[in-house]
């Protein structure tokens, strides 16, 4: 079936980075281009960014551009996404998420299950 | 960027009654590039509706989705206790995507 296996939680001091990874399985991986959302504890929805598996171009939301990178690794299905830079606002479940529409411009059908990123010092 | 607003933030209501959730946004949403998801405790985010009114895959008629350039709505007929949970309307057509803040449907 159609899934997508993220790494497990992470706990960064301020000033760290951390690289998140996404396992894509059930599906031709470079047919699918990827997001990248995160939640803050108790609050919405906040997208990051998006990769094209196929060529690994990406566009990223302004608010983190120059800290995100999103990369990927077609020998094992897998798109990362690294954040630098942390703060404690960085503090939230990140999440892979499907873009179903073959391009850069569909919903979100397929969710990884959630990777905590909780920085602390 | 598009900003959406939902509303209303919580929804109390009973299994068996209608919901109906508004998402507005600041600017039209181009070709209806408009969508739904259910989000339920310690889960993930679920596709329910894109393209404004198109069901994902496997979600039942009692949900439908209405609207088009700046006002779209979410309607739940007949609720069921697993539908209680929050809401979150997503336009798609330009970047950055952005969410609207939810809406809680609880008992």
């Known amino acids: 079936q159609v899934q997508l296996v993220q790494s497990g939680a992470e706990v960064k001091k301020p000033g760290a980075s951390v690289k998140v990874s996404c396992k894509a399985s059930?599906?031709?991986?470079?047919?699918?281009?990827m997001h990248w959302v995160r939640q803050a504890p108790g609050q919405g929805l906040e997208w990051m960014g998006i990769?094209?598996?196929?060529?690994?171009?990406?566009t990223y939301a302004q608010k983190f551009q120059g800290r995100v990178t999103m990369t990927r690794d077609k020998s094992t299905n897998t798109v990362y996404m690294e954040l630098s830079s942390l703060r404690s606002e960085d503090t939230a479940m990140y999440y892979c998420a499907r873009d179903r529409s073959g391009s850069d411009s569909g919903a979100f059908d397929i969710w990884g299950q959630g990777t905590m990123v909780t920085v602390s010092s | 960027e598009i900003v959406l607003t939902q509303s209303p933030g919580t929804l109390s209501l009973s299994p068996g009654e209608r919901a109906t959730l508004s998402c507005r946004a600041s600017q039209s949403v181009s070709s209806t590039y408009l969508a739904w998801y259910q989000q339920k405790p310690g889960q993930a985010p679920s596709l329910l509706i894109y393209g404004a009114s198109s069901r994902a895959t496997g979600i039942p008629d009692r949900f439908s989705g209405s609207g088009s350039a700046t006002d779209f709505t979410l309607t739940i007929n007949r609720l069921e206790p697993a539908d209680f949970a929050v809401y979150y309307c997503q336009q798609y057509g330009s970047s950055p995507r952005t969410f609207g803040q939810g809406t809680i449907l609880e008992i």
């Open positions: 059930g599906y031709i991986f470079t047919s699918y281009y």
């Open positions: 990769i094209n598996p196929s060529i690994g171009s990406t």
